[in-house]
C-alpha cells in the first residue's frame, strides 16, 4: 500500500485535525501505533508539524469521514506520492570523501593514461574540467595531489575500475593489462601443499611398516579392526 510522502508529519495532521483511531493512522501512514501514540502524547523525539493530506490530495475529506464514522474503516490513498526518482549523473560520493577525488584521478592517470576522461569522470563521479586540470597539472591544488588508488579511498570498485581499463586499452588497439601480483604466491601455494601431501603418505607407510605383523584388537566385525583403536593385543 502506497504511503503519504512524510508518513510523520501526516500523522501528526490526522491525530490533531480528525478523530480517526490510531490504528487507522498509523496504517495509513505506515506507522507503529505507537508512534503515533508518541506523537499524540507529545513525546515523540522531535517536535513535528502536521503536513495535511488533504492539501497534498493524498486524501479527501470523504474519507477522513468514513474513516471517523466506522473505527474498521481503511483509509485509501486518494492519489499516491510521485516517486521521485534520481536524475542521471555523475556518481554520488559521500562528503568525506570527496576530497579523495583528485588523488584517485591522478592515480588513474599515472597508471592508466588511456582511460578517457569521460570513464574517469564516470568511475569517480567528477567533472571533465577537474580532470583536465589535474591531467595538464594546472589544478589549483595540485601541489598537494598524490596518486592513490581509487578502489582503496572507496571511490570505486576493482570490478568497474578493471572494467573501464579493458574497455579503454581495447579503443587504444592495446592489449589490457594482467594482474600477476598473486602468481607467485598461488604457484608457492600449490608446491607447498603437494610436499605435505606427499609427506603425509611417507608417514601413513612408516606407520603401518612399523605396525608389521602384530596381531591388533578391537575389530569391528570378524577381520575389519576400529581405524581408531589400533593397540596391540598383550
Known amino acids: 500500500m502506497a504511503q503519504p510522502l512524510m508518513p510523520h508529519a501526516t500523522a501528526a495532521w490526522l491525530v490533531d ?8 493512522i498509523a496504517e495509513f501512514c505506515g506507522l507503529h501505533i ?3 501514540q508518541a506523537i499524540a502524547d507529545d513525546t515523540a523525539a522531535t517536535k513535528l508539524t502536521g503536513r495535511d493530506p488533504v492539501r497534498a490530495n493524498e486524501l479527501t475529506h470523504e474519507e477522513i469521514e468514513k474513516g471517523q464514522k466506522d473505527p474498521e474503516h481503511k ?18 560520493t559521500p562528503v568525506s570523501k570527496r576530497q579523495d577525488k583528485p588523488d584517485g584521478i591522478n592515480w588513474i592517470i599515472k597508471n592508466h593514461p ?18 583536465a586540470a589535474i591531467r595538464d ?17 572507496g571511490l570505486t570498485t576493482q570490478r ?3 572494467a573501464a581499463v579493458a574497455k579503454a586499452a581495447k579503443a587504444a588497439g592495446i592489449q589490457a593489462p594482467t594482474d600477476t601480483r598473486f602468481e607467485g604466491d ?27 605383523d602384530e596381531a591388533l584388537r578391537d575389530e569391528v566385525v570378524p577381520g575389519i579392526r576400529d581405524p581408531f583403536k589400533n593397540t596391540a593385543v598383550e
Request: a negative charge; proline letters at 4%; aromatic letters at 4%.
Open 160 to 162: 568497474e575500475l578493471d
Open 75 to 92: 483509509l485509501q490513498m486518494h492519489k499516491a506520492p510521485e516517486v521521485v526518482r534520481r536524475t542521471k549523473g555523475p556518481r554520488y
Open 34 to 36: 505507537l508512534e503515533v
Open 137 to 153: 597539472r594546472s589544478h589549483w591544488n595540485m601541489a598537494n595531489i598524490t596518486p592513490k588508488d581509487p578502489v582503496t579511498l
Open 17 to 24: 485535525n480528525s478523530s480517526l483511531t490510531f490504528d487507522q
Open 186 to 212: 598461488r604457484d608457492a601455494l600449490i608446491e607447498q601443499l603437494r610436499r605435505e601431501r606427499e609427506q603425509h603418505v611417507r608417514d601413513a607407510e612408516a606407520a603401518i611398516a612399523e605396525a608389521g
Open 114 to 131: 588511456e582511460v578517457s576522461d569521460g570513464q574517469i569522470s564516470k568511475l569517480i563521479g567528477t567533472t571533465r574540467t577537474t580532470i
